[in-house]
């Protein structure tokens, strides 16, 4: 198993305690009764004419330095008023004010009991600020200040805090008028006001109080913690570029709490889950990887065995769930989902799956409770099931700079796109090939080729590309040599993906190399697919011959002789096995691409493989093979090559043959009779069709031994209608004889006729 999963999950079982130095947010306002000696009852969102009330009414906020306070408004210049002048009244003000400190004691990590102390309230007008400065301790057990901004209208005014080496800035400003916005910061953090642009803020300041004796409470600190982490995971990442390490590209640590996925967030993690992603974020950045929250979803299946008991009620009705147990796992998949940024933007990233090595302790999932389990009752043949999801929420990260490896665990159908984008970016920005975007899109795609193996999509009969044409396609927009060679290598490997649907994207890719390498590929590509793709590299290599102005001929010998030499032979020593879309079968297409370009390339090959083809006439069938592609290539420009015509002779010579013999319909009602069975009722059939004066025959039997007869009659190919009399038991067969064999002879006749017309008079002529 991988160490550093094990080292990063010692370190975080460390962090146990949640918060920061600092908590903001808005939360909706039950609104105050908020009075102000000298100007009476304060309207929310506050009016201007107010404001300057309460300017008239307040004095110049000052600010301590060492133990003298001090007005200037050089450094601070605000308007206070004192806590003796303001009276907050209202059971919904009690009520938003505990809500807010629940949530500042959740972001500064403190337990409760804190108090809240009402200090003073603060009217910012336009040009107000306070210069970077700390708090000092203004009552006992003082730890940190609250500021609760009320509806008001203004801007600027961003709250900057900072604490060591750390700083935040915090905008204040409540969106909606039905909300309050508030930032609490503990007391020893440096912290200042940046001036308001415009309009008035009206703020009321608190001393957060830990009441009762004891230490106060401080920020956490996670110093070495953080300090650890960044040194593994800069190690980690430092591996991974120098492909020395069989480490994982990703870490997984599972969270404590259950989260749904749409309440997934870094906002809303609890307790030392919010603690961990603090710090892992700290060290994330520190040692430049990036960081998410996902979720983790198993998927469980395998057999099962009944524990209960049978009776007779058990018969009619479904047993509990209870009443199974498991036996054995037969199938496990764990994959990534659901993805989140820290900043919560919406990620490219699909369903990406999970090895064991990348889970942070290894044996993090070994205990977990499904969230769904299904047993199944056995069925036939087949025994008793189950089936079962775990669900949990995780951190995962990777070194920013191996973001596309793991982006290629997602498969194709997101990296193609991502790979487009890329790509089209660059073409829109006119830039060459220096830029960071196509600097992207070649490390991309190189991590796309070295794990296309097991990814695309296999050829199918829709007619959207493959991704083998769609990688081609950005390839080439993107003018990537290098890849577009490594690519098609990855084609030649024979791999399955391959289809004749890319040929278009293969000859434009040729085009961009240099002929001798262009013609290695191709024969490259020939040799690993025409075993299972042979009218596909047919086709590819028809169409590259057909290219003009490209002088491919000479350059092709190679691929072409690959090509002859692949052509199957003996059906009986044809492969009976493979994937379900491969067609072995030889089809008019094939030879019809394969003369054209073998007649171009070398007139020699293709007489070979003319008389191949004729050597082994059950593989290329002359009726459904030949003549069809004999009658395509009639008056075509390569019909006077001696390959060609070496073909259509033999084609008609068939055909005559056939012509000549004698056709008439039967004069009597006599059938073939030889039949594959010779029971007593198939003994009798033969008595039937050799009769030539019975036209029926009426079989009354059982169902068995009418389908036996029925089945003979179809395997035989006998000249025989059936109908089933569904009158009386049991039901009767009649058989009616036709002239169905001497049908089909008429019909071919005419067929034949009409080839050797065209074959004959289409334009070839044998001088």
Known sequence: MSSIS?????????????????????IELLAPQLEVVGVGQIALPLLPAQAKQLVAAAERAP?????????????????????????????????????????????????????AEFYKLLLYDEGSFFASHRDTEKAPGMFAT?????PSTSTGGELLVRHKDREVRLDLHGPDPSEVAFAAFYADCVHEVLPITSGFRLALIYNLLRPGPGRLPEPPSYANQQARLAALLQAWGADLSRSTTDEPEKLIFPLEHAYTSAELGFGALKGADAAAAGVLMAAAQAADCDLHLALISVQESGSAEYTG????????????????EEVEVLDRSIALSAWRWPDGQPSVLGEIPVGDDELCPPDALDDLEPDEEHFHEATGNEGSSFERTYRRAALVLWPRKRFFAVLCQAGLTVTLPYL??????????????????WREAHELSGHMISSWHGQARYPSREKAPTHATQMLILLIQLRDKIHLEAFLTTIAAGNGSYSEGDNDAIVQATDLLSPRRAAALIRQIIAGNAATSLTACGNLLARLVAAEGHGREGHLRGAATALVEALPGDPQHAPTQGPWWQDRSVKPRLVIDLLEALCRIDPRLAQRAADYMLTWPQTYNLDTVLVPAMRELAGSRIAREPAVQRLRDACLAHLRTRI?????????????????????????????????????????????????????????????????DRRGRP????????QASYDRRAKQRRKDLEDVNHLDGGGISRN
């Open 660 to 724: 000549a013999e004698p056709l008439a319909p039967p004069n009597d009602w006599s059938r073939a009779s030889v039949l594959p069975c010779r029971c007593r009722h198939c003994a009798e059939l033969g008595r039937f069709l050799a009769d030539p004066e019975r036209q029926a025959w009426a079989f009354k039997a059982v169902e068995a031994d009418r389908s036996h007869v029925e089945q003979t009659i179809q395997r035989a190919h006998c000249d025989v209608d059936l109908t089933t």
């Open 309 to 324: 008991y049978t009776s007779s009620y058990r018969r009619w009705s479904e047993p509990d769930e209870d009443e199974f």
């Open 63 to 115: 600010f301590g330095r060492g133990e003298q306070t001090l007005v200037d408004t050089a450094v601070r210049r605000t308007w206070q008023i004192g806590p003796d002048q303001v009276r907050i009244q209202g059971r919904g003000w009690a009520r938003t004010l505990s809500a807010i400190l629940v949530r500042v004691c959740d972001g500064l990590g403190v337990a409760e009991p804190v108090q």
């Open 6 to 26: 094990s080292e990063l999950a010692a370190v975080l079982a460390t962090v146990r305690r949640p918060g920061d130095f600092f908590a903001s947010g808005t």
């Open 731 to 738: 039901y009767t067969l009649v058989c009616t004889k036709n």
């Open 146 to 150: 609250l500021v609760v901004v009320l």
């Open 420 to 437: 487009a984008d890329l790509a089209e970016r660059w073409s829109s920005s006119r830039e060459d090939h220096t830029s960071v975007l």
